[in-house]
């Protein structure tokens, strides 16, 4: 069965560093996710990505933060300079029909970012 | 805004036995989706369950359940006959109009033997 893959599954990075977090999403998706989640909060949402651009983002995905398609697989999450608060785990997710209510989003097994 | 509460950080449940889940949330919208996402350890979140709000009856799959009371605006998951397998974190989840799903703080769930 096609899955969401993620690249590393655990990130270390010093203060101030630059990460990416990569994502295989399901070959014939559409849309594209990432979430985080805080030890011992919530699953939040970031971003979503269709047709090369931003379709939705929250109040935490600032310009620190960045997606990319840079081709036919991969779907990135670029966090320019890190910050202790940015440890988390990272989700992404995917799902191949219009991103209106209802919509089934298959997730990766998340990256641990942790940040020293 | 939506939110979603899952008011049980953990639970246990003897295998082959009944247990049930809880999740409620808050909206003022009348049309939306909610889930029930399953993580196992070091594992991805798969799609248990889903439930249109539009729907009265009860979504089942095999032995998951689940028991949406609209007006009390609540969603819990039960799972019959408990396997070892079922041992996982458990997501629920707010779905309307947007794009981004809204997620509980999830219910760690162990099947003991």
């Known amino acids: 069965e096609p899955e969401v893959t993620q690249t590393p599954s655990h990130q270390v990075t010093q203060m101030g560093q630059e990460v990416i977090l990569r994502c295989v999403p399901i070959?014939?998706?559409?849309?594209f996710y990432w979430y985080r989640q805080i030890l011992g909060q919530k699953v939040e949402f970031l971003v979503s990505?269709?047709?090369?651009?931003?379709?939705?983002k929250s109040e935490i995905f600032d310009d620190q933060f960045s997606v990319e398609r840079p081709d036919g697989s991969n779907f990135t999450l670029k966090i320019r300079s890190t910050k202790l608060e940015d440890s988390a785990m990272y989700f992404c997710?995917?799902?191949?029909?219009?991103?209106?209510?209802?919509?089934?989003?298959?997730f990766g097994a998340g990256t641990r970012l942790s940040v020293l | 805004a939506q939110t979603v509460t899952q008011s049980q950080p953990e639970m246990s449940v003897q295998e082959a036995e009944t247990v049930t889940l809880s999740c409620t949330y808050d909206?003022?919208?009348?049309?939306?989706?909610l889930f029930w996402y399953k993580q196992p350890p070091s594992r991805q979140m798969i799609l248990v369950i889903r439930?249109?709000?539009?729907?009265?009856q009860n979504a089942t799959e095999n032995r998951f359940s689940v028991n949406f009371q609209k007006a009390a605006k609540s969603f819990s998951l039960k799972i019959s006959d408990s396997q070892l397998g079922d041992t996982a974190m458990y997501f629920c989840?707010?779905?309307?109009?947007?794009?981004?799903?809204?997620f509980g703080t999830g219910t760690r769930l162990k099947v003991l033997a």
């Open positions: 990505f269709y047709n090369n651009e931003i379709s939705e």
């Open positions: 909206t003022s919208e009348n049309n939306y989706y």
């Open positions: 070959s014939n998706h559409l849309y």
């Open positions: 989840a707010f779905h309307r109009g947007t794009y981004k799903y809204i």
């Open positions: 997710a995917s799902s191949g029909i219009a991103g209106g209510p209802g919509n089934i989003q298959y």
């Open positions: 439930q249109e709000a539009y729907k009265q």
